[in-house]
T-cell receptor, first 116, second 113 residues
Framework: GAGVSQTPSNKVTEKGKYVELRCDPI?????LYWYRQSLGQGPEFLIY????????DSGLPNDRFFAVRPEGSVSTLKIQRTERGDSAVYLC??????????????FGPGTRLTVL | DQQVKQNSPSLSVQEGRISILNCDYT??????FLWYKKYPAEGPTFLIS?????DKNEDGRFTVFLNKSAKHLSLHIVPSQPGDSAVYFC????????????FGTGTSLTVIP
């Protein structure tokens, strides 16, 4: 079956602009995660959804970042007033239940965001 | 602060030999550990995991060893193949503290034919 997909694959924007990044999880997966990977670093947790609700948003760096998952499937990560430091690859992952950390997370290919 | 560390940014190994990738962690609450493999322009792919109740888990050519007292784990690949060339990330989580994974910075493995 289809894996996790993310659109766009690349996004270039100017400082101060608003961007939306989309994630389509594996069908039937209840849990969805967003990570950010900066150059030379490992993925860094941003937020975790259980169904439609954000179960853990402790990784969001500040209030410019917001994510939604209104129908418990597709999720959108929204970044307001982008800054150059937001440039990174944004990864989305999904897992079947998310009820334990042993539930394997399947990653999408990521969206590379460049803020000029 | 980096709770999961991979101190070797890169590793080169001859085809057929053993590759050993290392990972250290600082948080004693971590009880579940994983290795992910990442090819360029793709997302990380789950490779193998180990629970803290074990000290070894094997899956084909891949074996993960866990030394809880040293807060150290390693991934052994034997025999190494050119298709194993990728970036390998170590990750850890604390089962009863949410589902957040903490990732290391990765080790780029090159297997030379």
């Amino acid at each position: 079956g289809a894996g996790v997909s993310q659109t766009p694959s690349n996004k270039v924007t100017e400082k101060g602009k608003y961007v939306e990044l989309r994630c389509d999880p594996i069908s039937g997966h209840t849990a969805l995660y967003w990570y950010r990977q900066s150059l030379g670093q490992g993925p860094e947790f941003l937020i975790y959804f259980q169904g439609t609700g954000a179960a853990d948003d402790s990784g969001l760096p500040n209030d410019r970042f917001f994510a939604v998952r209104p129908e418990g499937s597709v999720s959108t990560l929204k970044i307001q007033r982008t800054e150059r430091g937001d440039s990174a690859v944004y990864l989305c992952a999904s897992s079947l239940t998310g009820l334990t950390s042993t539930d394997t997370q399947y990653f999408g290919p990521g969206t590379r965001l460049t803020v000029l | 602060d980096q709770q999961v560390k991979q101190n070797s940014p890169s590793l080169s190994v001859q085809e057929g030999r053993i590759s050993i990738l290392n990972c250290d962690y600082t948080n004693s609450m971590f009880d579940y550990f994983l290795w992910y493999k990442k090819y360029p322009a793709e997302g990380p792919t789950f490779l193998i995991s180990i629970s803290s109740i074990k000290d070894k888990n094997e899956d084909g050519r891949f074996t993960v060893f866990l030394n809880k007292s040293a807060k150290h784990l390693s991934l052994h690949i034997v025999p190494s193949q050119p298709g194993d060339s990728a970036v390998y990330f170590c990750a850890a989580s604390a089962t009863f503290a949410g589902n957040q994974f903490y990732f290391g910075t990765g080790t780029s493995l090159t297997v030379i034919p």
